[in-house]
């Protein structure tokens, strides 16, 4: 999620464990710190962009490392302020701080490996965009309460904002299996035998829904929003290069991104150059996460790093459409009229 939310998190995860044993602020500022931590990896640079981005979220997500930080932080804070009698508390505190930051994380369809070192997975349920208000606002309102009022009261606020940001990503994760369900269904009606499905939010919101359906040697793209009057969803094909993947899956680059991605990628070819793209975050044609591999003598004597092409919609006819799809008006994406893709 993205760093504000994180920061929100880890303020109202301390708050409430520490209770009034704590000044509220020392509580929320030292969640909000702990809460931040895990994202630091972001600047480390791996080498080339690929393995920024699959690195990203590693080890510094790990659940394993994690629990052994937070005594360490833990007696920091406590010594730091004098309460080495709360050390215990502080411990709980900043470690439920810290776990609660990848598993959020997890709620996201980008990839967390939660269990470094033992596995390098990448799990991601999917459920909640990256930056969502509807989950985040609850916790800062609960947190400014908490700082505000500084008794009891405050805290039943902070804790009533953890529960309903709690209960909208459950809320989140029962609207993602029925649109599941909904997509399977259409896809069968439409004869399409997919090797895998993505179902996910579109940006902000959880009743707009992106699909996408990954075959041998197409994707199909699809929305639906829970205010669509019809239980329909209009797929498009995309050519996902399946003649490319045969001759250039085994190099490093594209097989890396083919396991982060659990095969939801696309490979494609422009003036020599290979571009590998990823087909979880973003909308057709605009993905954030493209990458321009270089051209087959290049690749071969290693003198081209990868380099990041992402592509971002324009947000000037993007929100529009965004608004109108999701209150249920089946309109085409806007990339529809310019680009190709065939409708099924």
Known sequence: MDSLTQIALGSAVGVAVMGRRTAVWKA????????????????IDHGDPILNMTRHRAESHALFFLTLVAPLLAWVVSRLHGEAALFKRWTLALWLVLITHPLLDAMTVYGTQLLQPFTDHPYGVGSVFIIDPAYTVPLIVG???????RNERGQHWNAAGLAL????????????????????ASLEQAGVEAQGLLVTPSPFNTVLWRLVAITPTQYLEGHHSLLDAQPSIRWTAHDRGAELIAAHGDEPGVARMATFTHGFYSLTESDGRLFVTDLRMGQEPAYTFRFNLGSAAARA?????????????????ALPWLWQRLLGNDIPPPWRATQGGRAR
């Open 301 to 317: 004597n290693g003198g081209h790093a990868p380099t990041l092409e992402g592509l971002r919609p324009d947000v000037g006819i």
């Open 28 to 43: 929320a500022l030292w969640g909000a710190v702990a809460g931040t931590l895990p994202d630091l990896d972001a600047f």
């Open 143 to 149: 947190v400014v309460a908490a700082l505000r009022l």
């Open 165 to 184: 940001s709690t209960l909208y990503l459950v809320w989140s994760f029962g609207a993602q299996q029925y649109v599941e369900r909904i997509a399977r």
